[in-house]
């Protein structure tokens, strides 16, 4: 039991002493359990009664603290991930960078992490399994498991590392997370500009929870991150991927976005995109905050919102500015249209590493861009009935909603599929006979000029 409770991994540095926790009573947190997932507190309390401590911990404390409904719930404890592994036998061992188990009930996963300590880079010693930090000071692999108050140190914002106990439904506060809740401030643990060397992704991370929590940055907090943004480079493409998830499908991706931009965010995720919002800024600004609101508004509706239109729209600035650049240079309007597709992903895939289950369709989407003008014959039908058709067209009414001229081709598409098939022929003879009839005519010459559909010029 005693060697449950202090774990035998791996000590810590040793430390002037433990620094007692504020322990908050029920009375003053307001708090009960009835406020977490049954599922995590039920993990929390078997692994106390096989000998451990454990505690929800994180996110679920602070949101409920703050009457948000959780997003997860994850608990902390002095259990290793093996241990955990044996407690439960739904649960499974996941990461390297950052061990932990995964205890699963249906579609609910329990996240629980082992306490670790907040080592130095001195502290490595020769086990470079556990831990190890690049010359900058990344942490590149953190499994030095540790005390709760070690645990409670390692985190990043104060309001992060609350620890509540089912047992008793007390909170334990190491940083004073209470009273910067209640004074909504985000605040690192420690050293700003250190934390932020240790894992540059706290910068994301801080920007997210003011935009979700309308919380603000505490100065020291704020400072570094100007200066720091470039170490996002650093940042395997892969996990600032799930990042941008999180920050843009979160239900706050406008605030998110202005954020970003303030503090220097947005160009090290999207440089494409940054570059074009320097050029126009007024045109792109628009279309990516009409965007970001129609994200927001979906998920606040509880409709569905799919990373492929989300990166449609981020990235389509940088493929028009490609493609107008593409056709300059004497290329023909489709085939320039493609290699601009083909060189944006290039380019963002070291950034932000977009599947390719969302990248196919993100570029029919654009694809999409270029077909909904030609609607002649049966052209009209046949897009209306592609699987891509309803994003491609909500892809068009955004373009127009941030001051495209598409010549009112939104509108058009809106009435043919409200039309009823005799009214539908007529639209597309109307459409003939304003242009002439369909025509097989070949250009002598490649098209330089700007097709009005694909540059969105200055509106
Ligand atoms: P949410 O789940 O709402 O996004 P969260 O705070 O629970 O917010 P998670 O990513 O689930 O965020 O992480 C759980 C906890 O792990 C955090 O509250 C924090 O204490 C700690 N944590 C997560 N990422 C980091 C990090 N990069 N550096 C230090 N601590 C972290
Ligand atoms: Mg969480």
Redesign the pocket.
């Known amino acids: 039991m005693l060697k449950k409770l202090f774990n035998p991994f791996r000590l810590s540095r040793l430390r002037k002493g433990p620094k007692q926790p504020t322990v908050l009573d029920a009375h003053e947190h307001r708090l009960s359990c009835a406020d977490f997932s049954r599922n995590s507190a039920n993990v929390a309390v078997r692994l106390q009664h096989a000998g451990f401590q454990a505690y929800l ?4 404390v ?2 409920a603290l703050l009457g948000v409904t ?3 719930f ?1 608990v902390a404890t002095s259990a290793t991930p093996e241990e955990v592994r044996h407690e439960f036998r739904n649960s499974r061992i996941i990461g390297r960078r950052f061990k932990l188990a995964h205890v699963q009930f249906g579609r609910e996963i329990i ?1 629980v ?1 082992t306490f670790r300590s907040g080592h130095s880079q001195d502290d490595e010693g020769t086990d470079s399994d556990l831990s190890s930090h690049n010359a900058s000071g990344r942490i590149l692999r953190d499994n030095v498991y540790g005390s709760m108050e070690d645990d409670a140190q ?4 104060t309001m ?2 609350l620890y509540f106990d089912v047992s008793n439904e007390k909170i334990y506060d190491y940083a004073n997370g209470f009273t910067d809740i209640k004074n909504r401030l985000i605040r690192l643990i420690g050293d700003p500009e250190q934390r932020y060397l240790e ?1 540059p ?2 910068m994301l ?1 801080a920007i ?2 003011a935009a ?1 929590l309308d919380f603000t940055l505490e100065p020291s907090t704020a400072e570094p991150i100007h200066r720091l943004a470039h170490l996002l480079h650093d940042i395997p493409a892969a996990r600032l991927y799930e990042e941008v998830l ?1 920050l843009f499908l979160s239900g706050h991706a406008l605030r998110t976005y202005e954020l970003l931009c303030e503090y220097n965010l947005f160009a090290p995720l999207f440089p494409g995109t940054a570059k074009a919002l320097l050029k126009q800024p007024a045109y792109v600004d628009r279309l990516l905050r009409n965007a970001f609101k129609n994200t927001d508004k979906r998920i606040s509706s509880e409709r569905t919102v799919t990373p492929a239109f989300l990166f449609a729209a981020l990235l389509w600035p940088a493929l028009t500015v490609r493609a107008v650049s593409l056709q300059h240079d004497g290329m023909h309007p489709l085939p320039a249209m493609q290699e601009a597709a083909n060189q944006v992903f290039l380019e963002q895939i070291h950034r932000v590493a977009v599947p390719k289950r969302f990248s196919i369709p993100t570029r029919e989407i654009w694809d999409m861009q270029e077909r909904l003008p030609r609607r002649a014959g049966k052209r009209a039908d046949t897009l209306l009935a592609h699987p891509r058709f309803r994003a491609g067209y909500d892809f068009l009414l955004l373009r127009e909603s941030s001051g495209e001229d598409t010549q009112g081709l939104g509108n058009w598409w809106s009435e043919y599929q409200d039309a009823s098939d005799s009214q539908r022929r007529e639209m597309i003879s109307n459409l003939s006979s304003k242009s002439g009839a369909p025509r097989k005519r070949r250009r002598s010459k490649p098209r330089t000029s700007k097709p009005t559909h694909m540059d969105p010029g200055q509106p």
């Open positions: 911990v994180g996110g679920c602070r949101d959780p997003k997860d994850d996240e992490a390692r985190r990043d914002f992060n590392a894992d992704v706290r991370r997210r929870f979700k999180k």
